[in-house]
């Protein structure tokens, strides 16, 4: 087995097994923020990536991608029902995000969770090379950090979390809330999106297990555990010369003209998820046009909705919803060849998302709650000459860095009417001193810098027990 100096640990490997209509399987990028994220720095870096390929069955022998090893773990049948869809996206994603469904609670989840951990923490183990950086990712692998130091401890461990991460009151509920905390606890780093988060957790340590942090540090079995917050970002430049290449404006002047060149086009992109607000966005995109303050004739809403999770109940209701919903408001107020929503659910090449960025000039982003958001950063990135309006909702992590956007409440209905129209009707100067602001922040904190101020911390460590005098 070839060994590697830096191992990243994700419950996705980069492409996934995706059956093509006819039968055959076909490699493409897999969905989702993460992804995103590691790949542009990654790529041409000797690296192993050690995650799921998708799918049931052996583990496929994967080529690298982009110079980057490919190290599958299986997945049974029973895993991707009881640790996947089960305790990582119907116990742990819902009470993550605030609750806004009903968290679920199996016995039987949690042993899956637990036996999936160690399969992924024993196979960080054998392809990490003595001292090598593992950097485990996300709420499906909490446990690897403690599971893989017990293995190996003389790796550096560092572990992140996408998505958000609750307060106490909530978390509390977790029946085995002290087996994660500890968990999370053998990683040398604990990343967050978010300020917030890194303090919830840093006071669960307290309450749960009794370990109180002083200056961000946690003092653990003789070791000291740093926790922080690094809010991911995206990859500006590649994103500024996608949309830049010629192909792309040209299709993007297509788009236009396919939409009927209306004189405001309204996006949105989003995994097909109860936590991305889809529902309440289009109940106030509904009311705008029933209350007169919207025309079909000249505004147009694309929304994007890539299913996801497809077999957790949750989702397949959700879908269901908007599906009906979508259809309530064309059949409504749609005309021959000009429906109120162009609704899509396909998956989209780079190029093709970028295109839909460049003619969008509102992009409606407004979970109710999500850890960062990446496609609020794309947008901006897209926007070469300093045009368009982000529509971002207060609860997505994005709202922090990006406070020139226009801040909305998805909760509140009449709040999230006024933030479209506003956005809407902004004025040209005052569009293009919001977006300069958001695109120097970002150009400052893209991908690159997230991930080098995350390893550099990471790094830090070796010194850390001898600089604090803690053994
Ligand atoms: P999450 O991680 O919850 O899915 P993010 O907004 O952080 O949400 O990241 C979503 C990522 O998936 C973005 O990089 C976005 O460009 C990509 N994406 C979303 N919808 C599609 C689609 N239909 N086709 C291709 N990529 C998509
Ligand atoms: O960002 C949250 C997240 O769960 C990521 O881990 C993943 O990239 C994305 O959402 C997509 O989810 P899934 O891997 O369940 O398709």
Same mark, same amino acid.
């Given at each position: 087995?070839?060994?590697?100096?830096?191992?990243?640990?994700?419950?996705?490997?980069?492409?996934?097994?995706?059956?093509?209509?006819?039968?055959?399987?076909?490699?493409?990028?897999?969905?989702?923020?993460?992804?995103?994220?590691?790949?542009?720095?990654?790529?041409?870096?000797?690296?192993?990536?050690?995650?799921?390929?998708?799918?049931?069955?052996?583990?496929?022998?994967?080529?690298?991608?982009?110079?980057?090893?490919?190290?599958?773990?299986?997945?049974?049948?029973?895993?991707?029902?009881?640790?996947?869809?089960?305790?990582?996206?119907?116990? +742990?994603?819902?009470?993550?995000?605030?609750?806004?469904?009903?968290?679920?609670?199996?016995?039987?989840?949690?042993?899956?969770?637990?036996?999936?951990?160690?399969?992924?923490?024993?196979?960080?183990?054998?392809?990490?090379?003595?001292?090598?950086?593992?950097?485990?990712?996300?709420?499906?692998?909490?446990?690897?950090?403690?599971?893989?130091?017990?293995?190996?401890?003389?790796?550096?461990?560092?572990?992140?979390?996408?998505?958000?991460?609750?307060?106490?009151?909530?978390?509390?509920?977790?029946?085995?809330?002290?087996?994660?905390?500890?968990?999370?606890?053998?990683?040398?780093?604990?990343?967050?999106?978010?300020?917030?988060?890194?303090?919830?957790?840093?006071?669960?340590?307290?309450?749960?297990?009794?370990?109180?942090?002083?200056?961000?540090?946690?003092?653990?079995?003789?070791?000291?555990?740093?926790?922080?917050?690094?809010?991911?970002?995206?990859?500006?430049?590649?994103?500024?010369?996608?949309?830049?290449?010629?192909?792309?404006?040209?299709?993007?002047?297509?788009?236009?003209?396919? +939409?009927?060149?209306?004189?405001?086009?309204?996006?949105?992109?989003?995994?097909?998820?109860?936590?991305?607000?889809?529902?309440?966005?289009?109940?106030?995109?509904?009311?705008?046009?029933?209350?007169?303050?919207?025309?079909?004739?000249?505004?147009?809403?694309?929304?994007?909705?890539?299913?996801?999770?497809?077999?957790?109940?949750?989702?397949?209701?959700?879908?269901?919803?908007?599906?009906?919903?979508?259809?309530?408001?064309?059949?409504?107020?749609?005309?021959?060849?000009?429906?109120?929503?162009?609704?899509?659910?396909?998956?989209?090449?780079?190029?093709?998302?970028?295109?839909?960025?460049?003619?969008?000039?509102?992009?409606?982003?407004?979970?109710?709650?999500?850890?960062?958001?990446?496609?609020?950063?794309?947008?901006?990135?897209?926007?070469?000459?300093?045009?368009?309006?982000?529509?971002?909702?207060?609860?997505?992590?994005?709202?922090?860095?990006?406070?020139?956007?226009?801040?909305?409440?998805?909760?509140?209905?009449?709040?999230?009417?006024?933030? +479209?129209?506003?956005?809407?009707?902004?004025?040209?100067?005052?569009?293009?001193?919001?977006?300069?602001?958001?695109?120097?922040? +970002?150009?400052?904190?893209?991908?690159?810098?997230?991930?080098?101020?995350?390893?550099?911390?990471?790094?830090?460590?070796?010194?850390?027990?001898?600089?604090?005098?803690?053994?």
């Amino acid at each position: 087995m070839r060994q590697s100096s830096l191992v990243v640990v994700a419950n996705r490997l980069p492409i996934d097994d995706s059956t093509t209509p006819d039968g055959a399987c076909e490699w493409r990028r897999s969905p989702g923020g993460l992804v995103s994220a590691l790949h542009s720095p990654l790529r041409q870096t000797p690296a192993t990536w050690v995650g799921w390929a998708g799918g049931t069955g052996p583990a496929p022998a994967l080529p690298d991608v982009d110079g980057v090893r490919m190290h599958t773990v299986p997945l049974t049948a029973d895993d991707l029902r009881d640790h996947y869809e089960g305790f990582a996206n119907a116990t +742990l994603w819902p009470l993550y995000h605030d609750a806004v469904e009903q968290p679920e609670h199996h016995r039987r989840w949690w042993e899956a969770y637990q036996r999936v951990n160690q399969r992924f923490a024993a196979a960080a183990a054998e392809v990490a090379e003595p001292g090598a950086v593992v950097w485990v990712q996300d709420y499906h692998l909490q446990l690897v950090p403690g599971l893989l130091r017990a293995l190996r401890p003389d790796l550096r461990i560092g572990f992140f979390l996408h998505v958000a991460f609750p307060p106490p009151e909530l978390f509390m509920q977790l029946p085995r809330r002290a087996e994660l905390l500890r968990g999370m606890l053998g990683a040398d780093l604990v990343g967050f999106q978010r300020a917030q988060a890194a303090h919830n957790f840093a006071q669960l340590a307290d309450r749960v297990l009794g370990l109180p942090a002083t200056d961000h540090r946690i003092a653990v079995d003789g070791r000291i555990v740093r926790v922080g917050s690094f809010p991911v970002s995206i990859d500006t430049t590649e994103m500024t010369a996608l949309v830049e290449r010629p192909d792309v404006a040209d299709r993007a002047s297509r788009l236009r003209r396919d +939409l009927g060149s209306p004189e405001h086009v309204i996006l949105s992109v989003d995994r097909m998820d109860y936590t991305k607000g889809i529902e309440q966005r289009l109940k106030a995109y509904s009311e705008l046009i029933a209350d007169g303050h919207v025309k079909v004739r000249d505004t147009v809403l694309v929304q994007v909705a890539v299913p996801s999770r497809e077999r957790v109940g949750q989702y397949q209701i959700l879908r269901e919803r908007v599906e009906r919903e979508v259809g309530r408001i064309n059949g409504e107020f749609g005309r021959v060849g000009e429906p109120a929503i162009h609704y899509l659910t396909q998956p989209f090449d780079r190029a093709e998302l970028a295109a839909l960025y460049r003619i969008a000039d509102v992009m409606a982003v407004t979970p109710l709650r999500d850890g960062m958001n990446l496609v609020a950063k794309e947008y901006v990135a897209a926007r070469v000459d300093d045009t368009g309006a982000l529509l971002l909702s207060e609860f997505a992590g994005a709202a922090a860095e990006l406070p020139q956007a226009y801040l909305v409440n998805p909760h509140d209905l009449e709040g999230l009417k006024q933030g +479209l129209l506003a956005a809407l009707r902004a004025r040209p100067e005052q569009v293009r001193e919001r977006m300069q602001a958001m695109r120097t922040h +970002l150009r400052q904190h893209d991908i690159h810098a997230w991930a080098r101020s995350y390893l550099s911390a990471l790094d830090q460590d070796s010194t850390l027990l001898s600089r604090l005098g803690t053994t």
